[in-house]
């Protein structure tokens, strides 16, 4: 195979291909590094490059292979991730200034797990300050580029996440989402992004955004791939008390499954306000697909979505403001002025008012639950409301309008997190302008399987998956 | 009642007399009406909380929606 044919292979394609020994997992990891290294000066998406220990491991697992050692799913294969995954003694930067020269004592849950499961730690990934913007901006350690026109933006904040594994310099990658920090890149870039429910996946060894709303999430090529490296991070942690205490089901096998007579749900207010017409477009295209596959699509009135847009703010600028203050006070320098504006207002929220917008998810949990999921088994919806802006035009010092372009950006995404939702961004195909345009489906809480086997049973059904970037 | 609308200079003391920070005053009016909003936007929905609400509540709901889901 040729290093571009090999770059093209799925996550799960070269994991066979490496356990079959039609390529090994050296060679596997040359092409990965040497196309990174090409991709870089371009996209800008990765904060470090570990070629050597990479090249280390790769060796390793080889070895392991012909010895016949017992194998993991995701043996030899290389993977990159948004650089906030702690490592003990590594440096993991959250794309900050603050913590360049940050080595953890300790080792997060999920990179043990992708470890022990025999993934290759490629390098860090770019992402937005303290993952704390949602266009990948980044003033200390360069703009991340979309690389379908590096003129735009990646969405953020896991901007890397999303640029790397579009542009086949990595087979998945970790991101967060806290306010649509997965699924934005993931959408902008053209590639899946697991937003999963509050509590399925541990958040031990990350760095914290907002305790409240922060979620682990994959962004990977296919569906497939999302669900083997969602399998294997999820489920009960003892280190993480917010995780569940049980095992992660099966996703892969799930797949299996069909979606004949589902309940898809089309939202009739918020979710379309805005909406481009390539967008409109798109998803008209994508639910005409499910409805071929047997699914009815349902409008349907969801509850007032801004409002819940509003709740999710004012906790996760309180929790910012608390876990950021003693540096805020003592070298706010070290901030750009986007990321300290995304947290100056927590400082001035009334403890009774955070309180009471934590208390309320509750209830407005329940209201969501009532008025739609149980009358629908998933909502689909864009995951923007139009195709990845350029970067100058969402650069905040050239609009001034911080709150409104992150607003515009988020809109459909961030009311998940509060609710603690899962959603899966999935690639829909291109606006007029050649730039990604993708769909969310949400579900009930803890029905990443259904969500899975939906999207999978589309992409079955479609190719946008397979369309790479010219770089 | 409706609260009065909220200062640029309530923020700048806010921010000096409670939290150590020194504000200007042209970000104490951004904040103060992004302050508002939010405030009012909690305030707004908390006509719907109960006496015997707490935070554990969202998870145990999740975690009964799942169970839910399963049968």
Redesign the interface.
Known sequence: MTPTELLNLSLIEVAGAIRRKKVSSVEVTRACLDHAARVQPQLNCFISIEAEEALKAARKADQALKRGARLGPLHGVPLAHKDMYYRAGKVSTGGSNILRDYRPRVTATVVERLAAAGAIWLGGLNMSEFAANPTGHNDHWGHCRNPWNPAHMTGGSSSGSGSAVAARACYGALGSDTGGSVRLPAAACGVVGLKP???LISRYGIMPRSWSQDTVGPLTRTVHDCARLTRIIAGADPKDP?C?NEPAPNYEQALAGRVKGLKIGVPANHYYDGATGDVRKRMEESLAVFKTLGARIIEIKVPDPQ?IF??S??VS?SEAATMH?PW??TRPQDYSLYVLSRM??G????VT?Y????????????DF?RQVYMKVDLLHTPVMVMPPPTIAETEPRASGDV?GIVSRITRNTRPTNYL?LPALSVPAGFSENGLPIAFQLMG????ETLIFRAAHLYQQETDWHRCAPRL | MTNEKLTAQL?RD??RQL???D?SEH?AGE?AA??E???N??????V??DFN???A???????A??QA?AK
């Open positions: 429910t509050y509590g917010t569940v409002e509003l709740l703010a004012t600028q203050g805020i006070r100056e207002a400082f001035h929220i009334p008012t309180l009471q917008a934590i208390n309320l998810r509750a209830h407005l949990l329940d639950m709150t603690g009930r809480p803890f029905s | 923020i806010h921010g939290v150590r920070l504000i970000r904040l992004e302050v909003r939010l405030n936007a909690v305030l707004d929905a908390a719907r909380l609400d707490e935070p509540r969202f998870t145990a709901l999740l975690l929606y799942r889901n």
